[in-house]
């Protein structure tokens, strides 16, 4: 079965600072990867997603994340946070050899970007 | 939220009454699906439709139904079935083929429903 895994339920960064969210993943096959966005009594808005390549991958806002096939994990990162980046993020997998597998979510972040 | 629509997006209810979410997408997506989000909780999987006139259950389907008559369609109904239906509902659409621009989920405003 997939599963999803945000150690972290709050992240704190003072604004400018580089800000890290963890994502870890489970799944039997290879993973597609997402990270989504998420502010208040909104819908989720996507950011950026691993499917093959580059373990680097670069999205929305000046977002990237690092997909790390050894340590399962798939961490959002931001070299200079900013106070607009406060939001909930949401790490998504779908496992990319079960075609009628569908889409599981982190239970979520909670990102504060301190002014 | 490009593409999908969610109506209405604030919603109050009596208890013991069924209420109908709309979801409308013009992505030409031909998966879709519902998720239900509580306060500072992630996102469930209540019901997702790979394909027209067809739908499957996810993870706390009971009290709760829908239909898919339509490709951009997928109208969610809250019945009063349902033991704790007041919260947060997203619907959402996919590609279902393959390539690299196919598997994002594209999600709607949401809908939040309160039930009293």
């Known amino acids: 079965a997939q599963s999803v895994a945000q150690p972290e339920d709050q992240v704190n960064v003072a604004e400018g600072n580089p800000l890290t969210v963890k994502c870890t993943y489970s799944v039997s096959g290879n993973p597609y990867l997402f990270w989504y966005v998420q502010y208040p009594n909104r819908g989720l808005q996507f950011l950026l997603k691993?499917?093959?390549?580059?373990?680097l991958v670069k999205g929305s806002y000046g977002f990237e994340a690092e997909f790390n096939k050894s340590q399962t994990s798939f961490h959002l990162k931001k070299p200079s946070a900013l106070v607009s980046d406060s939001a909930l993020y949401f790490c998504a997998v779908r496992d990319r050899g079960n075609y009628g597998q569908n889409f599981v979510f982190g239970p979520g972040t909670r990102l504060s970007v301190l002014p | 939220d490009g593409g999908i629509t969610q109506s209405p997006k604030y919603l109050f209810r009596k208890e013991g009454q069924n209420v109908t979410l709309s979801c409308e997408q013009n992505?030409?997506?031909?998966?879709m699906y519902w998720y239900r989000q509580d306060p500072g909780q992630g996102l469930r999987l209540i019901y997702y439709?790979?394909?027209?006139?067809?739908?499957q259950k996810g993870d706390i389907a009971e009290g709760y139904s829908v239909s898919r008559e339509k490709k951009e369609s997928f109208p969610l109904t809250v019945t009063s079935a349902q033991k704790n239906p007041t919260a947060f509902y997203l619907c959402?659409?996919?590609?279902?083929?393959?390539?690299?621009?196919?598997?994002?989920?594209?999600f709607g405003p949401g809908t939040r429903l309160t039930v009293t």
């Open positions: 691993y499917i093959t390549g580059d373990n």
């Open positions: 959402a659409s996919s590609h279902q083929g393959s390539g690299a621009s196919s598997y994002e989920q594209y």
């Open positions: 992505l030409n997506h031909d998966a």
């Open positions: 439709s790979q394909i027209v006139n067809d739908f």
